[in-house]
Nanobody, 124 residues
Framework: QVQLVESGGGLVQPGGSLRLSCAASGRISSINDIGWYRQAQGKQRELVAIITSGGSTNYANSVKGRFTISRENAKNTVYLQMNSLRPEDTAVYYC??????????????????WGQGTLVTVSS
């Protein structure tokens, strides 16, 4: 009933920038927290950044000062601006959202949903 679709990944040189987008679709009532996570090969998935419905943000120490998370509520979209990228930022990036949505019967339900991921590769 609710889908998240990420975009914006790709290959970038060290020091470069990318902007990831995550768009939610479905019969959405509201979205609470939205987070970006990443999983490098052979490692566990980790939180990169999170933004609340009120706009408060929190970042992993490894990306503070380099990454910025933002959201556009009217478009049900969250962004991750990534600057000064490093090879260790290479990973599949996923968004995760806590969503209130309406079922086909008009009932309000809550779900935490993941996107399919987008690959970011930082390499020269």
């Amino acid at each position: 009933q609710v889908q998240l679709v990420e975009s914006g990944g790709g290959l970038v040189q060290p020091g470069g920038s990318l902007r990831l987008s995550c768009a939610a679709s479905g019969r959405i009532s509201s979205i609470n927290d939205i987070g970006w996570y990443r999983q490098a090969q052979g490692k566990q998935r980790e939180l990169v950044a999170i933004i609340t419905s009120g706009g408060s943000t929190n970042y992993a120490n490894s990306v503070k000062g380099r990454f910025t998370i933002s959201r556009e509520n009217a478009k049900n979209t969250v962004y991750l601006q990534m600057n000064s990228l490093r090879p260790e930022d290479t990973a599949v990036y996923y968004c995760n959202a806590a969503v209130y949505y309406y079922t086909n019967y008009g009932l309000l339900r809550y779900v935490e949903v993941w996107g399919q991921g987008t690959l970011v590769t930082v390499s020269s």
